[in-house]
C-alpha cells in the first residue's frame, strides 16, 4: 500500500516569518511529485509537478525541492503573508499509474 | 484559465437514495477522476476514465458507484443507495496529457 506522509498536520506562523514542510513519499516506482494548495471552498491549486530528482521549482515566495532517493519534498514559504493560510498537499504519482496518492496535508495558518 | 465545474456545491440525500454528482472536465482534456476527502481524512482516489471506459478504479469503488461521460462534456458519478460513511466532499479531476491535472471546488455530500 502506497504511503505519502505530510509533516506537520498543522503550523501557525508569525507575519513575515518563513516556514517549510515535509511531504515523503515511496521512493521507488517515482514518476511525479504534486504540490497543491487548498482553501476551503475552492478548487485545489496546482503549485508545482516535480519529476526529477534534485529537482527546485519557484513560484513567487513559494519553492520547493525533490528528493527521490529518499523519497520527500520540502515545500518553503518565504516572508509568509495572510493569504498563504490554506492547507498545502502533496501527492505522489507512480510508474504506470494514473491516479494520485495524496498526503494529509499541512494547514498552515498565518497570524497577522 | 479553464476550470473544472463541479455541481451542486452542496447535497444532502437521506440513507439509501442516490445520488448524482456532476462535473464538466475542461474541454480537450482527456482523462478524468473522481476523489473524494472524507472530513478528517487523506483525499482518495476513486476512478479514472479514459476513452469512454473506467482505466483504473480504487477498492472503494463497489458496485454502488458508477461514473459515465454521457454527452461528451458532462462527467458523472452514480453513488446507487447512499450510506452514511459516503458522507465526504467529492472532487472531479481532468488532465490532459502527462501533467497538470486541474481539480473542481467539490461536492460536499452528506448523507443522513
Same mark, same amino acid.
Given at each position: %500500500?502506497?504511503?505519502?506522509?505530510?509533516?506537520?498536520? @498543522?503550523?501557525?506562523?508569525?507575519?513575515?516569518?518563513?516556514?517549510?514542510?515535509?511531504?515523503?513519499?515511496?521512493?521507488?516506482?517515482?514518476?511525479?511529485?504534486?504540490?497543491?494548495?487548498?482553501?476551503?471552498?475552492?478548487?485545489?491549486?496546482?503549485?508545482?509537478?516535480?519529476?526529477?530528482?534534485?529537482?527546485?521549482?519557484?513560484?513567487?515566495?513559494?519553492?520547493?525541492?525533490?528528493?527521490?532517493?529518499?523519497?520527500?519534498?520540502?515545500?518553503?514559504?518565504?516572508?509568509?503573508?495572510?493569504?498563504?493560510?490554506?492547507?498545502?498537499?502533496?501527492?505522489?504519482?507512480?510508474?504506470?499509474?494514473?491516479?494520485?496518492?495524496?498526503?494529509?496535508?499541512?494547514?498552515?495558518?498565518?497570524?497577522? | 484559465?479553464?476550470?473544472?465545474?463541479?455541481?451542486?456545491?452542496?447535497?444532502?440525500?437521506?440513507?439509501?437514495?442516490?445520488? %448524482?454528482?456532476?462535473?464538466?472536465?475542461?474541454?480537450?482534456?482527456?482523462?478524468?477522476?473522481?476523489?473524494?476527502?472524507?472530513?478528517?481524512?487523506?483525499?482518495?482516489?476513486?476512478?479514472?476514465?479514459?476513452?469512454?471506459?473506467? @482505466?483504473?478504479?480504487?477498492?472503494?469503488?463497489?458496485?454502488?458507484?458508477?461514473?459515465?461521460?454521457?454527452?461528451? @462534456?458532462?462527467?458523472?458519478?452514480?453513488?446507487?443507495?447512499?450510506?452514511?460513511?459516503?458522507?465526504?466532499?467529492?472532487?472531479?479531476?481532468?488532465?490532459?496529457?502527462?501533467?497538470?491535472?486541474?481539480?473542481?471546488?467539490?461536492?460536499?455530500?452528506?448523507?443522513?
Amino acid at each position: %500500500i502506497l504511503n505519502v506522509e505530510q509533516s506537520p498536520q @498543522s503550523l501557525h506562523v508569525q507575519e513575515g516569518d518563513s516556514t517549510n514542510f515535509t511531504c515523503s513519499f515511496p521512493s521507488s516506482n517515482f514518476y511525479a511529485l504534486h504540490w497543491y494548495r487548498w482553501e476551503t471552498a475552492k478548487s485545489p491549486e496546482a503549485l508545482f509537478v516535480m519529476t526529477l530528482n534534485g529537482d527546485e521549482k519557484k513560484k513567487g515566495r513559494i519553492s520547493a525541492t525533490l528528493n527521490t532517493k529518499e523519497g520527500y519534498s520540502y515545500l518553503y514559504i518565504k516572508g509568509s503573508q495572510p493569504e498563504d493560510s490554506a492547507t498545502y498537499l502533496c501527492a505522489f504519482r507512480g510508474q504506470g499509474a494514473q491516479k494520485l496518492v495524496f498526503g494529509q496535508g499541512t494547514r498552515l495558518t498565518i497570524n497577522p | 484559465e479553464p476550470e473544472v465545474t463541479q455541481t451542486p456545491s452542496h447535497q444532502v440525500t437521506q440513507m439509501g437514495q442516490e445520488v %448524482i454528482l456532476r462535473c464538466v472536465p475542461i474541454s480537450n482534456h482527456l482523462y478524468f477522476y473522481w476523489y473524494r476527502q472524507i472530513l478528517g481524512q487523506k483525499v482518495e482516489f476513486l476512478v479514472s476514465f479514459y476513452n469512454n471506459e473506467i @482505466s483504473e478504479k480504487s477498492e472503494i469503488f463497489d458496485d454502488q458507484f458508477s461514473v459515465e461521460r454521457p454527452d461528451g @462534456s458532462n462527467f458523472t458519478l452514480k453513488i446507487r443507495s447512499t450510506k452514511l460513511e459516503d458522507s465526504a466532499m467529492y472532487f472531479c479531476a481532468s488532465i490532459r496529457g502527462l501533467y497538470g491535472y486541474t481539480f473542481g471546488s467539490g461536492t460536499r455530500l452528506t448523507v443522513v
